[in-house]
Protein backbone atom coordinates (compact mmCIF):
# COMPACT_ATOMS: atom_id res chain seq x y z
CA UNK A 1 0.00 0.00 0.00
CA UNK A 2 2.90 2.07 0.51
CA UNK A 3 4.14 2.15 -2.79
CA UNK A 4 0.66 3.03 -4.14
CA UNK A 5 0.30 6.82 -5.22
CA UNK A 6 -2.58 6.64 -2.69
CA UNK A 7 -2.06 10.83 -1.75
CA UNK A 8 -2.01 11.57 -5.50
CA UNK A 9 -5.62 9.39 -5.56
CA UNK A 10 -7.10 11.25 -2.49
CA UNK A 11 -6.25 14.43 -3.61
CA UNK A 12 -7.28 14.84 -7.02
CA UNK A 13 -10.01 12.28 -7.46
CA UNK A 14 -12.88 14.94 -6.27
CA UNK A 15 -11.53 16.67 -9.98
CA UNK A 16 -12.68 13.97 -11.32
CA UNK A 17 -15.94 14.38 -10.05
CA UNK A 18 -16.34 17.64 -11.30
CA UNK A 19 -15.47 16.70 -14.96
CA UNK A 20 -18.51 13.87 -14.66
CA UNK A 21 -20.52 16.75 -13.14
CA UNK A 22 -19.28 19.23 -16.01
CA UNK A 23 -20.20 16.48 -18.44
CA UNK A 24 -23.74 16.28 -17.43
CA UNK A 25 -26.73 17.59 -19.32
CA UNK A 26 -30.12 18.40 -18.97
CA UNK A 27 -32.27 21.32 -17.14
CA UNK A 28 -33.71 21.29 -13.84
CA UNK A 29 -34.81 18.96 -11.24
CA UNK A 30 -32.80 16.03 -13.40
CA UNK A 31 -29.87 17.62 -13.80
CA UNK A 32 -29.19 18.95 -10.23
CA UNK A 33 -30.04 15.26 -8.80
CA UNK A 34 -27.50 13.96 -11.26
CA UNK A 35 -25.20 16.60 -10.32
CA UNK A 36 -25.64 15.55 -6.33
CA UNK A 37 -24.95 12.05 -6.70
CA UNK A 38 -21.56 12.05 -8.90
CA UNK A 39 -20.93 15.13 -5.92
CA UNK A 40 -21.63 12.24 -3.20
CA UNK A 41 -20.58 9.08 -4.42
CA UNK A 42 -17.24 10.90 -5.55
CA UNK A 43 -16.51 12.47 -2.47
CA UNK A 44 -17.78 8.71 -0.36
CA UNK A 45 -15.27 7.14 -2.49
CA UNK A 46 -12.51 9.80 -1.44
CA UNK A 47 -13.40 9.62 1.89
CA UNK A 48 -13.28 5.70 1.29
CA UNK A 49 -9.73 5.69 -0.25
CA UNK A 50 -8.27 7.99 2.88
CA UNK A 51 -9.44 5.64 5.49
CA UNK A 52 -6.33 3.11 4.10
CA UNK A 53 -4.00 6.16 5.45
CA UNK A 54 -5.38 5.10 8.70
CA UNK A 55 -5.90 1.51 8.20
CA UNK A 56 -2.49 0.84 6.74
CA UNK A 57 -0.67 3.78 8.88
CA UNK A 58 2.69 2.64 10.31
CA UNK A 59 2.27 3.62 14.19
CA UNK A 60 5.96 3.20 14.60
CA UNK A 61 7.93 5.55 13.65
CA UNK A 62 7.94 9.47 13.14
CA UNK A 63 8.99 9.47 9.72
CA UNK A 64 6.41 10.50 6.75
CA UNK A 65 4.59 7.74 4.78
CA UNK A 66 2.78 7.17 1.65
CA UNK A 67 5.49 9.53 -0.08
CA UNK A 68 5.78 10.41 -3.48
CA UNK A 69 8.25 12.46 -5.07
CA UNK A 70 8.54 13.63 -8.54
CA UNK A 71 10.55 16.26 -10.42
CA UNK A 72 8.15 20.19 -11.05
CA UNK A 73 10.57 22.36 -11.67
CA UNK A 74 14.20 21.15 -11.07
CA UNK A 75 15.92 24.56 -11.78
CA UNK A 76 14.63 25.79 -8.61
CA UNK A 77 14.33 22.50 -6.73
CA UNK A 78 10.67 22.45 -6.66
CA UNK A 79 9.34 19.16 -6.48
CA UNK A 80 6.09 17.33 -6.04
CA UNK A 81 6.43 15.68 -2.99
CA UNK A 82 3.45 14.48 -1.18
CA UNK A 83 3.72 12.68 2.32
CA UNK A 84 1.64 12.27 5.35
CA UNK A 85 3.05 11.80 9.37
CA UNK A 86 0.69 11.00 12.26
CA UNK A 87 0.18 15.07 12.70
CA UNK A 88 -0.90 15.46 9.53
CA UNK A 89 -3.27 11.99 8.76
CA UNK A 90 -6.09 12.84 10.84
CA UNK A 91 -6.47 16.17 9.00
CA UNK A 92 -6.71 14.65 5.44
CA UNK A 93 -9.42 12.12 6.91
CA UNK A 94 -11.07 14.97 9.09
CA UNK A 95 -11.27 16.49 4.85
CA UNK A 96 -12.75 14.02 3.36
CA UNK A 97 -15.30 13.06 6.22
CA UNK A 98 -16.62 16.60 5.70
CA UNK A 99 -17.18 16.77 2.59
CA UNK A 100 -19.88 14.01 1.63
CA UNK A 101 -21.66 15.54 5.17
CA UNK A 102 -21.23 19.22 3.21
CA UNK A 103 -23.13 17.38 0.16
CA UNK A 104 -25.88 15.87 2.30
CA UNK A 105 -26.46 18.91 3.90
CA UNK A 106 -27.16 20.95 0.95
CA UNK A 107 -29.04 18.67 -0.65
CA UNK A 108 -32.17 20.55 -0.46
CA UNK A 109 -31.18 23.48 1.14
CA UNK A 110 -29.35 25.00 -2.27
CA UNK A 111 -31.25 25.20 -5.35
CA UNK A 112 -29.84 27.52 -7.32
CA UNK A 113 -26.57 27.01 -9.79
CA UNK A 114 -26.57 23.61 -7.93
CA UNK A 115 -23.96 22.53 -10.65
CA UNK A 116 -21.53 25.62 -9.77
CA UNK A 117 -21.91 25.08 -5.92
CA UNK A 118 -21.03 21.48 -6.15
CA UNK A 119 -17.88 21.54 -8.17
CA UNK A 120 -16.77 24.23 -5.62
CA UNK A 121 -16.86 21.99 -2.70
CA UNK A 122 -14.66 19.21 -4.78
CA UNK A 123 -12.55 21.75 -5.03
CA UNK A 124 -12.14 22.78 -1.73
CA UNK A 125 -11.94 19.33 -1.41
CA UNK A 126 -8.42 19.15 -3.00
CA UNK A 127 -6.60 21.75 -1.94
CA UNK A 128 -7.56 21.03 1.43
CA UNK A 129 -6.13 17.50 1.21
CA UNK A 130 -3.53 18.87 -0.92
CA UNK A 131 -2.36 21.20 1.86
CA UNK A 132 -2.06 18.29 4.85
CA UNK A 133 -0.38 16.01 2.32
CA UNK A 134 2.09 18.73 0.66
CA UNK A 135 6.41 18.17 1.68
CA UNK A 136 7.61 20.89 -0.63
CA UNK A 137 7.07 24.60 0.36
CA UNK A 138 5.73 25.92 -2.92
CA UNK A 139 3.15 23.21 -2.94
CA UNK A 140 1.80 24.07 0.22
CA UNK A 141 1.80 27.35 -0.41
CA UNK A 142 -0.43 26.88 -3.85
CA UNK A 143 -2.50 24.32 -1.77
CA UNK A 144 -3.39 26.79 1.70
CA UNK A 145 -3.90 29.83 -0.84
CA UNK A 146 -6.26 27.80 -2.98
CA UNK A 147 -8.54 26.79 -0.15
CA UNK A 148 -9.28 30.89 -0.30
CA UNK A 149 -10.88 30.75 -3.77
CA UNK A 150 -13.99 28.54 -3.69
CA UNK A 151 -14.59 29.15 -0.23
CA UNK A 152 -14.79 33.24 -1.24
CA UNK A 153 -17.27 31.79 -3.97
CA UNK A 154 -19.27 29.87 -1.72
CA UNK A 155 -20.02 32.54 0.54
CA UNK A 156 -19.69 35.24 -1.80
CA UNK A 157 -23.10 33.37 -4.35
CA UNK A 158 -24.54 31.26 -1.56
CA UNK A 159 -24.48 33.22 1.47
CA UNK A 160 -26.84 35.47 3.25
CA UNK A 161 -27.74 39.12 2.48
CA UNK A 162 -24.27 40.25 3.53
CA UNK A 163 -22.22 37.71 2.01
CA UNK A 164 -20.27 39.68 -0.34
CA UNK A 165 -18.98 41.86 2.89
CA UNK A 166 -17.91 38.34 4.65
CA UNK A 167 -16.06 37.20 1.28
CA UNK A 168 -14.28 39.80 1.04
CA UNK A 169 -13.20 40.26 4.46
CA UNK A 170 -12.07 36.89 4.76
CA UNK A 171 -10.47 37.35 1.48
CA UNK A 172 -8.36 40.31 2.65
CA UNK A 173 -7.75 38.94 6.03
CA UNK A 174 -6.40 35.65 4.80
CA UNK A 175 -4.23 37.51 1.62
CA UNK A 176 -2.88 40.28 3.82
CA UNK A 177 -1.07 37.34 6.34
CA UNK A 178 -0.47 35.17 3.58
CA UNK A 179 2.16 37.86 1.35
CA UNK A 180 4.39 38.12 4.28
CA UNK A 181 4.27 34.23 4.96
CA UNK A 182 5.32 33.66 1.17
CA UNK A 183 8.22 36.27 2.02
CA UNK A 184 9.55 34.45 4.70
CA UNK A 185 9.47 30.90 2.67
CA UNK A 186 11.37 33.30 -0.12
CA UNK A 187 13.87 33.97 2.48
CA UNK A 188 14.04 30.13 3.48
CA UNK A 189 14.66 29.10 0.25
CA UNK A 190 17.36 32.02 -0.46
CA UNK A 191 18.91 30.51 3.11
CA UNK A 192 18.68 26.71 2.51
CA UNK A 193 18.42 26.47 -1.40
CA UNK A 194 15.08 24.10 -1.60
CA UNK A 195 11.89 24.13 -1.06
CA UNK A 196 11.99 20.76 0.76
CA UNK A 197 10.15 20.59 3.60
CA UNK A 198 11.85 17.39 5.20
CA UNK A 199 14.91 18.76 4.31
CA UNK A 200 14.26 22.09 5.81
CA UNK A 201 13.50 20.45 9.32
CA UNK A 202 16.81 19.85 9.58
CA UNK A 203 18.38 23.05 8.26
CA UNK A 204 19.51 25.10 11.22
CA UNK A 205 18.53 28.96 10.69
CA UNK A 206 20.34 31.45 12.56
CA UNK A 207 18.56 32.59 15.49
CA UNK A 208 18.05 36.34 14.81
CA UNK A 209 16.07 35.15 11.42
CA UNK A 210 14.24 32.73 12.88
CA UNK A 211 12.57 35.82 14.48
CA UNK A 212 11.67 37.64 11.43
CA UNK A 213 10.64 34.57 9.55
CA UNK A 214 8.23 33.28 12.79
CA UNK A 215 6.64 36.55 12.82
CA UNK A 216 5.93 36.46 8.69
CA UNK A 217 4.20 33.28 9.56
CA UNK A 218 2.31 34.18 12.23
CA UNK A 219 0.97 37.23 10.62
CA UNK A 220 -0.26 34.15 7.63
CA UNK A 221 -1.36 31.45 10.36
CA UNK A 222 -2.76 33.67 13.22
CA UNK A 223 -5.71 34.80 11.00
CA UNK A 224 -6.22 31.09 9.98
CA UNK A 225 -6.47 29.70 13.36
CA UNK A 226 -8.32 33.07 14.07
CA UNK A 227 -6.37 34.67 16.84
CA UNK A 228 -7.43 37.50 18.57
CA UNK A 229 -7.30 40.10 17.29
CA UNK A 230 -6.94 39.10 13.97
CA UNK A 231 -10.45 37.19 14.37
CA UNK A 232 -12.97 39.35 13.56
CA UNK A 233 -13.63 38.18 9.78
CA UNK A 234 -14.92 34.82 11.42
CA UNK A 235 -18.40 35.80 13.04
CA UNK A 236 -19.47 37.43 9.96
CA UNK A 237 -18.29 34.63 7.38
CA UNK A 238 -20.21 32.16 9.36
CA UNK A 239 -23.32 34.43 9.20
CA UNK A 240 -23.44 34.73 6.20
CA UNK A 241 -22.22 31.54 4.64
CA UNK A 242 -24.48 28.80 3.74
CA UNK A 243 -25.00 25.93 6.58
CA UNK A 244 -22.25 23.66 4.68
CA UNK A 245 -19.89 26.86 4.06
CA UNK A 246 -20.11 27.05 7.81
CA UNK A 247 -19.42 23.25 8.74
CA UNK A 248 -16.11 23.36 6.45
CA UNK A 249 -14.88 26.82 7.48
CA UNK A 250 -14.64 25.61 11.42
CA UNK A 251 -14.69 21.87 10.42
CA UNK A 252 -11.11 22.17 8.59
CA UNK A 253 -10.08 26.08 7.60
CA UNK A 254 -10.13 26.72 11.16
CA UNK A 255 -7.18 23.85 11.59
CA UNK A 256 -5.02 25.46 8.76
CA UNK A 257 -3.49 28.06 11.04
CA UNK A 258 -2.58 25.37 13.73
CA UNK A 259 -1.22 22.82 11.70
CA UNK A 260 0.95 25.61 10.34
CA UNK A 261 2.55 25.89 13.61
CA UNK A 262 3.02 22.57 13.79
CA UNK A 263 4.40 21.78 11.00
CA UNK A 264 6.49 25.27 10.50
CA UNK A 265 6.98 27.49 13.09
CA UNK A 266 8.19 24.79 15.98
CA UNK A 267 10.31 22.46 13.81
CA UNK A 268 12.05 24.72 11.51
CA UNK A 269 11.88 27.67 13.98
CA UNK A 270 12.13 26.56 17.15
CA UNK A 271 14.05 28.91 19.07
CA UNK A 272 12.03 31.82 18.09
CA UNK A 273 9.13 29.42 18.78
CA UNK A 274 10.86 29.40 22.33
CA UNK A 275 11.10 33.51 22.66
CA UNK A 276 7.69 34.04 21.28
CA UNK A 277 5.70 31.89 23.59
CA UNK A 278 4.59 34.33 26.29
CA UNK A 279 3.29 36.29 23.20
CA UNK A 280 1.09 33.29 22.18
CA UNK A 281 0.09 32.72 25.92
CA UNK A 282 -1.20 35.83 26.82
CA UNK A 283 -3.19 36.17 22.66
CA UNK A 284 -4.50 32.61 23.53
CA UNK A 285 -5.50 33.74 26.89
CA UNK A 286 -7.68 36.71 25.79
CA UNK A 287 -8.99 34.79 22.85
CA UNK A 288 -10.09 32.14 25.12
CA UNK A 289 -11.55 34.71 28.05
CA UNK A 290 -13.04 37.65 25.89
CA UNK A 291 -14.27 35.55 23.02
CA UNK A 292 -16.12 33.40 25.45
CA UNK A 293 -18.08 36.65 27.18
CA UNK A 294 -18.83 37.98 23.69
CA UNK A 295 -20.37 34.40 22.88
CA UNK A 296 -22.79 35.05 25.79
CA UNK A 297 -23.87 38.37 24.60
CA UNK A 298 -25.27 36.71 21.60
CA UNK A 299 -29.15 36.57 20.08
CA UNK A 300 -27.76 34.84 16.69
CA UNK A 301 -26.74 30.80 17.12
CA UNK A 302 -24.31 30.85 14.29
CA UNK A 303 -22.30 33.99 15.73
CA UNK A 304 -22.79 32.00 19.46
CA UNK A 305 -20.99 29.13 17.88
CA UNK A 306 -18.81 30.97 15.62
CA UNK A 307 -17.09 33.28 18.54
CA UNK A 308 -16.72 29.78 20.64
CA UNK A 309 -14.85 28.73 17.78
CA UNK A 310 -12.19 31.26 18.55
CA UNK A 311 -12.28 30.07 22.24
CA UNK A 312 -11.58 26.47 21.27
CA UNK A 313 -8.98 27.88 19.45
CA UNK A 314 -7.34 28.85 21.84
CA UNK A 315 -7.08 26.13 23.78
CA UNK A 316 -5.01 24.60 20.66
CA UNK A 317 -2.57 27.30 20.90
CA UNK A 318 -1.79 27.09 24.33
CA UNK A 319 -1.25 23.57 23.66
CA UNK A 320 1.05 23.58 20.49
CA UNK A 321 3.26 26.37 22.26
CA UNK A 322 3.19 24.37 25.82
CA UNK A 323 5.65 22.22 24.20
CA UNK A 324 4.97 18.82 25.99
CA UNK A 325 3.96 15.41 24.46
CA UNK A 326 0.54 15.96 26.63
CA UNK A 327 -0.22 19.41 25.23
CA UNK A 328 0.58 18.83 21.92
CA UNK A 329 -1.39 15.86 21.50
CA UNK A 330 -4.24 17.44 23.23
CA UNK A 331 -4.26 20.24 20.82
CA UNK A 332 -4.85 17.91 18.01
CA UNK A 333 -7.28 15.83 19.79
CA UNK A 334 -9.01 19.31 20.41
CA UNK A 335 -8.71 20.60 16.45
CA UNK A 336 -9.52 16.89 15.30
CA UNK A 337 -12.69 16.96 18.09
CA UNK A 338 -13.96 20.45 17.54
CA UNK A 339 -13.47 19.67 13.65
CA UNK A 340 -16.70 17.64 13.96
CA UNK A 341 -18.30 18.96 17.11
CA UNK A 342 -18.49 22.51 15.60
CA UNK A 343 -19.80 21.44 12.39
CA UNK A 344 -22.23 19.58 13.82
CA UNK A 345 -23.46 22.44 15.88
CA UNK A 346 -23.23 24.37 12.25
CA UNK A 347 -25.86 21.56 11.06
CA UNK A 348 -28.29 21.55 14.32
CA UNK A 349 -28.37 25.57 13.40
CA UNK A 350 -28.89 24.46 9.85
CA UNK A 351 -31.71 22.01 10.61
CA UNK A 352 -33.70 24.59 12.42
CA UNK A 353 -32.75 27.82 9.84
CA UNK A 354 -34.26 25.29 6.81
CA UNK A 355 -37.59 25.02 9.07
CA UNK A 356 -37.80 28.57 10.07
CA UNK A 357 -35.16 30.66 8.15
CA UNK A 358 -34.24 32.34 11.52
CA UNK A 359 -31.13 32.49 13.45
CA UNK A 360 -32.36 34.53 16.47
CA UNK A 361 -32.47 31.93 19.53
CA UNK A 362 -35.37 34.13 20.64
CA UNK A 363 -37.05 32.84 17.77
CA UNK A 364 -37.17 29.11 19.28
CA UNK A 365 -38.39 27.91 22.47
CA UNK A 366 -39.30 24.28 23.70
CA UNK A 367 -38.44 22.94 20.87
CA UNK A 368 -37.95 18.91 22.45
CA UNK A 369 -41.91 18.85 22.68
CA UNK A 370 -42.17 19.02 18.25
CA UNK A 371 -38.22 17.61 18.05
CA UNK A 372 -36.92 15.43 20.58
CA UNK A 373 -34.87 13.77 18.29
CA UNK A 374 -33.38 16.85 17.41
CA UNK A 375 -32.92 18.15 21.16
CA UNK A 376 -30.96 14.66 21.74
CA UNK A 377 -28.86 15.01 18.91
CA UNK A 378 -28.01 18.57 19.72
CA UNK A 379 -27.25 17.98 23.18
CA UNK A 380 -24.76 15.41 22.24
CA UNK A 381 -22.96 17.73 21.06
CA UNK A 382 -23.05 20.31 23.15
CA UNK A 383 -22.10 18.47 25.92
CA UNK A 384 -19.09 17.69 23.64
CA UNK A 385 -18.20 21.22 22.86
CA UNK A 386 -18.41 22.06 26.63
CA UNK A 387 -15.83 19.39 27.34
CA UNK A 388 -17.98 16.50 28.96
CA UNK A 389 -15.91 13.59 30.24
CA UNK A 390 -17.15 10.74 27.95
CA UNK A 391 -17.23 12.79 24.90
CA UNK A 392 -14.16 13.87 22.42
CA UNK A 393 -14.07 17.58 24.33
CA UNK A 394 -13.23 15.99 27.07
CA UNK A 395 -9.94 14.47 26.10
CA UNK A 396 -8.51 17.35 24.45
CA UNK A 397 -8.80 19.98 27.08
CA UNK A 398 -7.77 17.60 29.69
CA UNK A 399 -4.60 17.03 27.96
CA UNK A 400 -3.74 20.92 26.89
CA UNK A 401 -4.94 21.34 30.33
CA UNK A 402 -2.32 19.08 32.16
CA UNK A 403 0.38 19.93 29.94
CA UNK A 404 -0.15 23.77 30.20
CA UNK A 405 -0.11 23.00 34.26
CA UNK A 406 3.45 21.44 33.71
CA UNK A 407 4.69 24.32 31.50
CA UNK A 408 2.82 27.30 33.20
CA UNK A 409 0.32 27.04 36.03
CA UNK A 410 -1.49 30.67 35.64
CA UNK A 411 -2.07 30.08 32.20
CA UNK A 412 -3.58 26.40 32.73
CA UNK A 413 -5.74 28.60 35.66
CA UNK A 414 -6.60 31.04 33.00
CA UNK A 415 -7.36 28.92 30.00
CA UNK A 416 -9.20 27.08 32.67
CA UNK A 417 -11.63 29.36 33.13
CA UNK A 418 -12.58 29.14 29.52
CA UNK A 419 -14.40 25.73 30.15
CA UNK A 420 -16.58 27.41 32.54
CA UNK A 421 -17.46 30.37 30.38
CA UNK A 422 -17.53 27.35 27.58
CA UNK A 423 -20.49 25.72 29.88
CA UNK A 424 -22.18 28.69 30.49
CA UNK A 425 -22.81 30.12 27.03
CA UNK A 426 -23.65 26.69 25.68
CA UNK A 427 -25.96 25.66 28.39
CA UNK A 428 -28.01 29.07 27.69
CA UNK A 429 -28.06 28.56 24.35
CA UNK A 430 -29.67 24.93 24.26
CA UNK A 431 -31.92 26.33 27.43
CA UNK A 432 -33.39 28.94 25.20
CA UNK A 433 -34.34 27.17 22.25
CA UNK A 434 -34.70 23.40 23.19
CA UNK A 435 -36.40 23.87 26.95
CA UNK A 436 -39.27 25.58 27.93
CA UNK A 437 -42.71 25.72 27.29
CA UNK A 438 -43.88 25.84 23.08
CA UNK A 439 -45.61 28.74 22.96
CA UNK A 440 -44.70 30.11 19.51
CA UNK A 441 -47.97 29.27 16.96
CA UNK A 442 -45.15 29.33 14.36
CA UNK A 443 -43.54 26.06 15.88
CA UNK A 444 -46.30 24.18 16.29
CA UNK A 445 -45.98 22.48 13.05
CA UNK A 446 -42.55 22.02 12.69
CA UNK A 447 -40.79 18.71 11.57
CA UNK A 448 -38.45 16.72 13.63
CA UNK A 449 -34.95 15.22 11.65
CA UNK A 450 -35.37 13.55 8.26
CA UNK A 451 -33.94 10.59 7.28
CA UNK A 452 -31.13 12.15 5.59
CA UNK A 453 -30.70 14.37 8.58
CA UNK A 454 -30.03 11.23 10.74
CA UNK A 455 -27.92 9.68 8.52
CA UNK A 456 -25.88 13.36 8.55
CA UNK A 457 -25.94 13.66 12.43
CA UNK A 458 -25.18 9.84 13.32
CA UNK A 459 -21.27 9.65 11.46
CA UNK A 460 -20.56 12.64 13.96
CA UNK A 461 -22.42 11.55 17.02
CA UNK A 462 -19.97 7.82 17.09
CA UNK A 463 -16.84 10.10 16.40
CA UNK A 464 -17.41 12.06 19.78
CA UNK A 465 -18.26 9.20 22.00
CA UNK A 466 -15.22 6.88 20.17
CA UNK A 467 -12.96 9.43 20.56
CA UNK A 468 -14.23 10.04 24.26
CA UNK A 469 -14.49 6.67 25.45
CA UNK A 470 -11.53 5.16 23.15
CA UNK A 471 -8.88 7.78 22.41
CA UNK A 472 -6.13 5.34 21.77
CA UNK A 473 -6.61 4.71 17.91
CA UNK A 474 -6.23 8.70 17.52
CA UNK A 475 -3.54 9.00 20.36
CA UNK A 476 -1.29 6.01 18.89
CA UNK A 477 -1.08 7.32 15.45
CA UNK A 478 -0.03 10.89 16.80
CA UNK A 479 2.28 9.74 19.48
CA UNK A 480 6.06 8.99 17.63
CA UNK A 481 5.22 12.62 15.64
CA UNK A 482 4.19 14.55 18.82
CA UNK A 483 6.98 13.00 19.93
CA UNK A 484 9.66 13.93 17.52
CA UNK A 485 8.19 17.31 17.98
CA UNK A 486 8.40 17.74 21.40
CA UNK A 487 11.87 16.64 20.93
CA UNK A 488 12.90 19.37 19.12
CA UNK A 489 11.39 22.03 21.30
CA UNK A 490 12.25 21.00 24.47
CA UNK A 491 15.94 21.47 22.72
CA UNK A 492 15.41 24.54 21.93
CA UNK A 493 14.09 25.44 25.38
CA UNK A 494 17.02 24.21 27.02
CA UNK A 495 19.24 26.30 24.56
CA UNK A 496 17.79 29.30 25.54
CA UNK A 497 18.11 28.80 29.19
CA UNK A 498 21.35 28.17 29.05
CA UNK A 499 21.78 31.35 26.84
CA UNK A 500 19.48 33.32 29.37
CA UNK A 501 22.24 31.91 32.50
CA UNK A 502 25.03 32.61 30.98
CA UNK A 503 23.73 36.21 29.70
CA UNK A 504 22.62 36.72 34.03
CA UNK A 505 25.83 35.69 35.11
CA UNK A 506 27.89 38.08 33.13
Not at 122 to 143: P, R, S, W
Not at 180 to 207: H, K, Q
Not at 313 to 342: C, D, K, P, R, Y
Not at 453 to 477: H, T
Amino acid sequence: MQDLPLLSLVIFLPLVGVAFILLIRGEGEVQNRNVRNVALWTSLATFALSILLWTNFDTTTSAFQFEEEIPWIPGFDINYHLGVDGISVFFVLLSTLLTPICVLASWEAIQKHVKEYMIAFLVLETFMVGMFCALDFVLFYLFFEGVLIPMFLIIGVWGGPARIYAAFKLFLYTLAGSVLMLLAILTIYFYADTFDIPTLLNVRIPVETQYWLWLAFLASFAVKVPMWPVHTWLPDAHVEAPTAGSVILAGVLLKMGAYGFLRFSIPMLPEASVYFTPLIYALSIIAIIYTSLVALAQEDMKKLIAYSSVAHMGFVTIGIFAGNTQSVEGAIIVMLSHGFVSAALFLCVGVVYDRMHSRDIATYGGLVHRMPLYAFVFMVFMMASVGLPGTSGFIGEFLVLVGAFQANTWVAFLAATGVILGAAYMLWLYRRVVFGELTKKSLKDILDLSPREILIFAPLILLVFWMGLYPAPFLDVLHESVGNLVERYELARIAAENVAMVNSGK
